[in-house]
């Protein structure tokens, strides 16, 4: 069974307080709101550049599980794209030209194979799946492990805003960061039991379309969290820990209740700490659970996320 | 049954209270007095039913205010009531409290009153089935209501007013009818109301959340069998001091069915199917106060406005009851009919008229 092997994230060294954005004007809430959400602060990009991270983010992970690079058959590529990835985040709106020239087509992931000695690795890039990119890359590595026997793949998102850009999504704090995740054909540790994703094109002008998607979070995030426990072949009781995308825990709470879950049973040690990034939440969440000793051997994950606009999904994992 | 002297109506611009009018007209030759703010809008109401104009006369007054009993405004032939139809009620459950008891309790203390300067009146006092608010389980129809809180003001003022009924020492019935949905088994809507204010953002995707369980029991009843049984319970003698519910009660349906039974019909529009809509979240009561207060503190303003709108009246599905009708089919012979007959016909009207171009997304 196809396996979560190894996680690895990378923040940038800057962090900005919930009252530093406010006072820069990057939010669209009140501070004081936002803190009631359960933000402090969140992971800030200066000098790095979304590709900087995931490079960093990824070759820390090889180092650290110490696999065989030539074992590596697939790299998945997702966030920044070709253009931005490699500028500073200071810099990144003006590198925003580069993304309508010739500059276009130096893509991060490829480069990222080339940097990281994953010469037997196939690479593709996944894109537009706004907050959920690093489970969709997940899912294609996972496919493409089973489909064409690959033994290992490398999933590694990144993603960053610009200096001036505002902060807040739906009464979320927005953070930068990138994640890599090792997918492994056999694994004993961290499998990965059932996958759902459900995208809802009606909602694709996200922000035309803002008091719809409002609407729809719950319902639809109950559906998926349902499939995917059924898939599992679990009951919902039998979920032991909830890993969140970081969003406001009070939708987390709400979510809970509709799940039938306690509360107890959310990680959500990082919402406060480092805000909710584009790059991956859940794998984020999942590690330093890891980390922390939190989950044992055996115990029931679900992780699931929602990525602006139309998507919803759900990971169930046996640790 | 002796037949009444005359038979004063409150209520009568009122959806339920023109069809009283009509049925009893048909079930009695007593003479039928309306008490109307607006007697030129009666007459209106009455030419559109076809009433016939020597049985019915229209008495300007308004229950909000103390009412005299005033001889010679109505025809000289009609005599004093000897039955009392008070179905006069404010049923926007927005109300403050002050506001709903303006008219649904203090309305109701001057009919009384007026009542009492009748010899041998009796007074049939139409209030609510959700006059007994948060209660759950089987509802009978010996409760008195009150004790668990009420979910709206609408629901407390009624209650407040059957109280004061019941200390009233006149001869009075109280019937508590269900939520109306539509005027009869075609599933025809000539009055929106808060379900179907409801039922609209829930189509448009702009609602997802709803308290209750699947079991939940939806007791919802059309305006013609309502209007019929209250003509009839009013000229039956035997309902004195007696509460009657008319209700769906065993025919209410399931609101995991009701939702299921809503949604698979709209979803035979292919345009709106492809938009992905979800049925409701059903959650328990302090996760969809949670949500409610959550939308206070970050939403737009439209989802603010659309939230409240619900919060007014969706709550009371977290108070499963079931309503019995033994009483009402003892004195009436039949049972309401079932939500099911016509509850898709209803979604059906409501979607041919497109919602009624009237019909506001959230009041």
Redesign the interface.
Same mark, same amino acid.
Request: aromatic fraction near 8%; hydrophobic fraction near 35%.
């Given at each position: 069974m196809t396996s979560i092997g190894a996680i690895r994230y990378e923040f940038p060294a800057g962090t900005q307080s919930v009252r530093e954005l406010a006072a820069a004007g990057l939010l669209e809430?009140s501070a004081e709101?936002l803190e009631?959400?359960g933000f402090a602060q969140i992971r800030v990009a200066c000098e790095e550049s979304p590709y900087a991270l995931a490079l960093r983010a990824s070759e820390r992970l090889l180092q650290e599980s110490g696999i065989d690079r030539e074992s590596i058959g697939l790299l998945v590529y997702g966030g920044a794209p070709g253009g931005l990835a490699f500028a500073p985040a200071r810099a990144l709106a003006s590198a925003a030209s580069d993304t309508v020239s010739a500059a276009r087509f130096r893509y991060p992931s490829t480069r990222l194979q080339y940097d990281l000695g994953l010469e037997r690795a196939a690479v593709i890039a996944v894109d537009q799946l706004a907050c959920t990119t690093l489970f969709g890359a997940v899912r294609v590595a996972r496919a493409l492990c089973i489909a064409e026997g690959i033994d290992r793949a490398l999933c590694v998102s990144t993603d960053m805003y610009p200096p001036l850009a505002g902060r807040e999504a739906l009464?979320n704090c927005t953070a930068d960061a990138a994640c890599a995740v090792l997918v492994e054909r056999e694994g004993q540790r961290n499998r990965i039991v059932a996958a759902r994703t @459900?995208t809802?094109?009606?909602y694709w002008d996200a922000s035309a379309m /803002?008091?719809?998607i @409002?609407? &729809?979070?719950?319902?639809?995030a !109950?559906?998926v969290i349902n499939e995917t426990v059924r898939e599992a072949g679990w009951s919902v009781a039998d979920v032991d820990w909830v890993i969140p995308h970081n969003v406001?825990r /009070? &939708?987390w709470?709400?979510l809970m209740? !509709?799940v039938a879950l306690p509360r107890a049973r959310l990680w959500a040690d990082n919402i406060a700490r480092d805000g909710h990034t584009l790059a991956g939440d859940n794998f984020i969440n999942l590690r330093d659970a890891l980390d922390a000793g939190a989950i044992t051997p055996g115990e029931r994950l679900l992780l699931f996320s929602y990525g602006y606009g139309a998507h919803w999904t759900a990971l169930a994992v046996e640790a | 049954m002796t037949a009444p002297r005359s038979i004063l109506v409150t209520g009568a611009t009122g959806l339920i209270g023109r069809r009283v009018v009509v049925s009893l007209l048909r079930r009695t030759d007593a003479p039928v007095v309306v008490l109307v703010r607006d007697p030129a809008r009666w007459d209106g109401i009455a030419r559109g039913l076809g009433l016939d104009a020597t049985r019915v006369t229209a008495m300007r007054g308004d229950v909000t205010r103390p009412l005299r009993w005033d001889a010679t405004a109505p025809s000289q032939h009609v005599g004093v009531p000897s039955l009392i139809v008070h179905s006069a009620g404010d049923i926007i459950f927005s109300r403050s409290l002050a506001e709903a008891r303006q008219v649904n309790v203090e309305g109701t203390r001057n009919i009384v009153e007026l009542a009492r300067t009748f010899p041998s009146a009796r007074l049939v006092h139409v209030s609510s089935a959700f006059a007994v608010g948060r209660r759950t389980g089987l509802i009978t129809e010996r409760d008195d209501a009150g004790g668990a809180g009420w979910v709206n003001t609408y629901e407390q003022s009624k209650h407040e007013a059957e109280m004061l009924v019941r200390s009233s020492g006149l001869e009075y019935m109280i019937a508590r009818p269900s939520t109306v949905v539509c005027d009869d088994a075609r599933g025809t809507v000539t009055q929106v109301n808060a379900v179907h204010r409801a039922l609209r953002l829930y189509h448009? =995707?702009?609602? %997802?959340?709803m308290p209750g369980t699947e079991d939940t029991p939806v007791d919802v009843i059309p305006a013609d069998w309502l209007a019929d049984a209250i003509a009839r319970l009013s000229l039956t003698e035997t309902c004195a001091g007696r509460t009657i519910h008319l209700c769906a009660g065993d025919g209410a349906l399931p609101l995991g069915t009701l939702l299921d039974r809503t949604y698979a019909l709209w979803a035979r529009d292919t345009a709106w199917r492809?938009? =992905?809509?979800?049925? $409701?979240?059903l %959650?328990?009561l $302090?996760?969809y106060e949670?949500?409610e207060r %959550?939308v206070e503190?970050? =939403?737009?303003a439209? #989802?603010k406005r #659309?939230t409240r709108s619900l919060s007014h009246f969706v709550p009371q599905l977290a108070f499963p009851k079931r309503f019995d009708t033994a009483g009402a089919r003892e004195l009436l012979g039949e049972d309401a009919p079932p939500v099911s007959a016509y509850w898709d016909c209803m979604l059906e009207w409501l979607l041919r008229s497109n919602w009624s171009a009237a019909l506001p997304e959230a009041a």
């Open positions: 809430s709101t009631s959400l009464f @459900v809802k094109g009606y /803002r008091d719809e @409002v609407a &729809s979070y719950f319902p639809t !109950l559906h406001s /009070r &939708s709470e709400i209740g !509709l | 448009a =995707g702009l609602a %997802s959340m492809r938009r =992905g809509i979800s049925r $409701p979240s %959650s328990d $302090p996760t949670l949500f %959550s503190l970050v =939403g737009d439209r #989802i #659309i």
